[in-house]
C-alpha cells in the first residue's frame, strides 16, 4: 500500500514539473520571437490608439476667421450659397465696401403694356386683323394710320351679324409669377358715323324689337384666345342713328372698362396659363347688328367706326417667396494638432439700410456651426436696426459644437419665413466676423511602438485571436521608444469582462506578460479585452484584442478506419468507435453517444469504460443504410458527428441459361447426327433402293406381290450356288466370294427387311 502511495505522489510531482516546463518553455519562446521581431510599422496604426497629448501644454488664443472684415474680393474664403425652397431669385449676396450684403430684391414697377394709334406704327406695332369665328366679316375693315376701321352696309335681306376682331400678342419683360399686380388702367378710343336710316328707339317704327347697333369693346384672355375670355372694356350703340334729334355721329369717345380689381384678375388669369408667365392676348372688337324694322326696303348703313388708341397700363410690386434661404459661409482651418480645445466664441456686426417690413415678422437672422443651428441667438428681422450692432454682447459660445478633428464650418444665413409683396430694395449688411479661439497647446511625449504577442504569436497587425477552452493564454508585448529600445517599468492594464489586473515585466527581457486561465476569466465566444501602455513623458498607446473562445473539438473515429460496410441480409452489425479531443490529443470518456438511421436509433455502449464504444444491430435488412453517430459530453466539447454507409446485398442467383443453351445445342446436335445416320448410313444402296420403291408402292397403292426377301443367310446359300453353276470351285474363287461376301456384310446391317 505504502509502494502505491508513494508511486501515485511521484506521479504527482512529474506532472506538476512537466506542466512548469511547458509554462517556462512557452514564456522563453515567445520573447526570443519578440527580441527578432523588424521594427512597428507606423501605417498599421488603426489597429490600436495613441494618447498624443503631451504631459506639458501652453494656453493659446486665435482669431480663427479668415479676412473677418471682407477686405479680399479677390479669392475671399467667404462663399455664399442658397437654400433648396422658396425662391432664390428674390435675394442677392454681394461683398462691396468691406461689408458682406443680404440683398432683398423688392421691386414696384410700371409696365405700359400697350400704347398709341392702334396702325401698326413702330410704337404701336403687332396689331393683325382676325375674323370672329363664324361671324361674316363687315363689308370694309383694316388697320389703317388712324386706326382700326370698319364700315358696313344692309340691304333688307335676313338680320346681319358682321363682325371683326383686331389682336396684339402682348410680351412683358418679367416673370408675373413673381410680381403682384396693385393697380391696372386701360383707356380705348373709338368714334362712329352712321346714316339716319339706322334704326334707333326713337325714331318711331311700328316694326321694331331691339334696332340696330354696333359694339366696339375689348378682351383679354391667353395668346390661344381660349377660355375663360375677359371682355374689360365695351360701348354698344343704343340711338346712334336717331333721327329727332339727330345722333348720327359719335366724336372721340372712350370705352367703358370694368373695375380695377376685375382687370387685375383678367391680366393675372392670362399671365397664369402662360408657361412664362409672361404672355397674353389683347383683342379690339367690332359687331354690327342690323334687323328688319319696315315692311319695304330697310337699309342700314354704317359709314365709319374707327377704334383710335388703344393704352394697357399695369403696376406691380415683387413678391418675396417664405422659406427662401442665402447664407455667407466660411470653412476655417481645424484645430492643430496636439492641441485640445478650451473655449470658442463667436461675434459679427449687422444691420439693415432700411428698416425691415412688419408685415414679415417671422423672418430671421441665425447663424449655423457645422450645420447645426443656434437656436439661443436667433434674431427676427423686425428688431434690426438701421446702425451697426452686435450679435452678441460677450459673443457666442460655439465650444461645444466644435470638433478637434474637423474644419469649423460657420454660416450666417437670412432665412425668409414669410410671403409678402416687397416694393423696394432692402439690404442686410454683415462685418467684423470674429472666431476667437482658446486652446492648450501639448508639447508632444516621445514616440512609442506597441508589440502584441499571444501565445508565441505575433497579433499586433490583427489582433484576433482564437483558443480552446481550458487551453492557456499567454498575452505577452513589448513597449519601444522611437529608437527601438524597450521601455522598463511601464504600467501595463489588462481589462476584461473578467479580468483587470497588471501584466508583469519579466526580466531581463523587458517583456509585459500575462497568462489567462481561459475556463475561469473568459467566457464562450468572443471576448473583447483592453490593454492600455503607458510610461511617464511617452506616448500611452491602447490595443484592443479580441480573443475568440471555443469549445474542445471532439472527432468521433471508427475503429475500422472505414465509414463503409458491407454485409449481408439477416446478420448483425457491429461497429466500434473512439473519441478524440483533437486540442488535446486525447481520449474522452463517459460521453453520451447516439446513433441514427433508417433501420432504427440508439445509444452505443462502453462495457469496459475504456472509452471504446460499440454500436450493435440485429438481423439487418437488405439495402443501403447512412447511419449518423453524435455525440455530447459537456457544454466544453463540440461533437463532430460520424457517418457511415452500410450495405447489405443477398448472393446473386445462378445463372442457367448459359446451360441450357450449351444442352439444347448438344441435344439438336444428336438429333441431327442421328437423323442423318438412319437416312443415309443405317442401310446398304441395294436396301435403301428397295425400301424406296416400297414407299412408291404403298403410295401409288400398285397391286404388286411382295418379293420374297430371304434373310442374309439364305441369301448366302444362294450366291454360293449360283457361283457354282458358273465358275469352277477352284480355291481362288472361293477366297474371292468370300472376300465378297464379307464386304457386303462389312458395309450392311445384322437385319434388313
Known amino acids: ?182 393697380s391696372a388702367s386701360l383707356d380705348i378710343v373709338f368714334n362712329a358715323t352712321v346714316s339716319s336710316n339706322v334704326d334707333t328707339p326713337n325714331d318711331g317704327l311700328t316694326q321694331f324689337a331691339i334696332g340696330d347697333s354696333v359694339t366696339t369693346y375689348c378682351e383679354i384672355s391667353n395668346i390661344l384666345h381660349n377660355p375663360p375670355i375677359y371682355r374689360v372694356a365695351e360701348n354698344k350703340s343704343e340711338h346712334l342713328g336717331q333721327n329727332s334729334p339727330s345722333l348720327l355721329f359719335y366724336g372721340n369717345s372712350r370705352l367703358i372698362t370694368v373695375s380695377d380689381p376685375d382687370l387685375i384678375g383678367a391680366l393675372n388669369s392670362a399671365f397664369e396659363s402662360d408657361p412664362e408667365h409672361s404672355n397674353f392676348l389683347l383683342t379690339l372688337g367690332v359687331d354690327i347688328y342690323s334687323e328688319d324694322n319696315t315692311g319695304g326696303n330697310d337699309l342700314d348703313d354704317f359709314d365709319s367706326i374707327f377704334i383710335k388708341s388703344c393704352n394697357l397700363t399695369f403696376t406691380c410690386v415683387r413678391k418675396i417667396d417664405h422659406s427662401t434661404k442665402v447664407s455667407w459661409n466660411q470653412v476655417t482651418k481645424k484645430l492643430y494638432n496636439n492641441t485640445q480645445l478650451v473655449s470658442a466664441k463667436l461675434n459679427f456686426k449687422y444691420k439693415m439700410n432700411q428698416t425691415w ?36 454682447n460677450e459673443g457666442v459660445d460655439i465650444t461645444n459644437l466644435i470638433s478637434e478633428d474637423d474644419n469649423i464650418s460657420l454660416s450666417i444665413e437670412l432665412f425668409i419665413k414669410d410671403s409678402f409683396n416687397y416694393p423696394i430694395q432692402n439690404i442686410l449688411f454683415i462685418d467684423d466676423v470674429i472666431l476667437n479661439i482658446t486652446y492648450d497647446d501639448f508639447l508632444p511625449d516621445y514616440a512609442t511602438t506597441l508589440d502584441l504577442f499571444i501565445n508565441g504569436e505575433d497579433i499586433t497587425n490583427n489582433p484576433i485571436y482564437e483558443v480552446a477552452l481550458n487551453k492557456p493564454l499567454n498575452i505577452s508585448l513589448i513597449y519601444k521608444n522611437a529608437t527601438g529600445n524597450t521601455i522598463n517599468n511601464a504600467t501595463v492594464l489588462l481589462i476584461g469582462s473578467k479580468i483587470f489586473d497588471n ?227 477352284s480355291s481362288k474363287n472361293v477366297e474371292m466370294i468370300k472376300e465378297s461376301i464379307i464386304n457386303k456384310k462389312m458395309n450392311g446391317g445384322e437385319k434388313h427387311e
Open 357 to 392: 417690413p412688419s408685415l414679415a415678422p417671422l423672418s430671421e437672422l441665425r447663424i449655423l456651426i457645422n450645420n447645426r443651428i443656434i437656436n439661443e441667438h436667433i434674431v427676427k428681422m423686425v428688431n434690426i436696426n438701421t446702425t451697426y450692432e452686435s450679435f452678441s
Open 1 to 182: 500500500m505504502r509502494l502505491l502511495q508513494k508511486m501515485k505522489w511521484a506521479k504527482n510531482v512529474l506532472h506538476k514539473a512537466f506542466l512548469i516546463s511547458l509554462l517556462i518553455l512557452i514564456t522563453l519562446t515567445s520573447t526570443l520571437t519578440f527580441l527578432n521581431r523588424e521594427e512597428y510599422n507606423p501605417s498599421l496604426e488603426n489597429n490600436f490608439t495613441k494618447n498624443l497629448k503631451g504631459s506639458r501644454t501652453v494656453r493659446k488664443s486665435e482669431q480663427w476667421i479668415e479676412d473677418p472684415f471682407f477686405n479680399q474680393t479677390v479669392d475671399t474664403p467667404w462663399f455664399s450659397t442658397n437654400g433648396t425652397e422658396g425662391d432664390n431669385s428674390d435675394i442677392n449676396t454681394a461683398i462691396e465696401d468691406n461689408v458682406a450684403k443680404f440683398k432683398v430684391l423688392g421691386e414696384n414697377r410700371t409696365i405700359m403694356a400697350v400704347s398709341g394709334t392702334v396702325n401698326n406704327s413702330v410704337n404701336s406695332m403687332g396689331w393683325v386683323k382676325s375674323q370672329n369665328g363664324d361671324f361674316l366679316l363687315p363689308d370694309s375693315s383694316d388697320i389703317t394710320d388712324q386706326g382700326c376701321y370698319v364700315s358696313h352696309s344692309w340691304f333688307d335681306d335676313e338680320n346681319q351679324f358682321p363682325s371683326v376682331h383686331f389682336m396684339k400678342n402682348v410680351t412683358v419683360p418679367i416673370d408675373m409669377s413673381d410680381y403682384e399686380i396693385i
Open 503 to 729: 501584466m508583469t515585466q519579466i526580466s531581463p527581457f523587458s517583456v509585459y506578460s500575462k497568462i489567462i486561465n481561459t475556463s475561469r476569466d473568459l467566457t464562450l465566444g468572443s471576448n473583447s479585452l483592453n490593454i492600455e501602455v503607458s510610461f511617464p513623458d511617452h506616448q500611452t498607446i491602447t490595443i484592443n484584442p479580441t480573443i475568440l473562445l471555443r469549445r474542445n473539438n471532439i472527432n468521433i473515429i471508427s475503429l475500422s478506419n472505414s465509414n463503409i460496410i458491407i454485409s449481408k441480409p439477416g446478420r448483425s452489425l457491429s461497429v466500434s468507435v473512439f473519441l478524440n479531443n483533437t486540442d488535446f490529443n486525447e481520449n474522452i470518456t463517459q460521453a453520451i453517444i447516439s446513433y441514427e438511421s433508417d433501420i432504427g436509433s440508439g445509444l452505443l455502449t462502453d462495457d469496459n469504460d475504456d472509452g471504446i464504444y460499440d454500436l450493435r444491430i440485429q438481423d439487418i435488412p437488405e439495402g443501403t443504410f447512412l447511419i449518423t453517430i453524435k455525440g455530447s459530453a459537456g457544454d466544453q466539447y463540440l461533437f463532430n458527428s460520424l457517418e457511415i454507409t452500410l450495405i447489405a446485398t443477398s448472393d446473386p442467383p445462378l445463372n442457367l441459361l448459359p446451360l441450357i443453351i450449351i444442352l439444347s445445342s448438344v441435344a439438336v446436335g444428336i438429333i441431327a447426327g442421328f437423323s442423318i445416320y438412319q437416312l443415309y448410313y443405317k442401310y446398304p444402296p441395294i436396301i435403301r433402293k428397295i425400301r424406296k420403291i416400297l414407299r412408291k408402292i404403298e403410295k401409288n397403292k400398285s397391286k404388286i406381290s411382295k418379293a420374297d426377301i430371304k434373310n442374309r443367310k439364305d441369301r448366302i446359300d444362294d450366291m454360293i450356288h449360283s457361283n457354282r453353276l458358273n465358275i469352277s470351285p
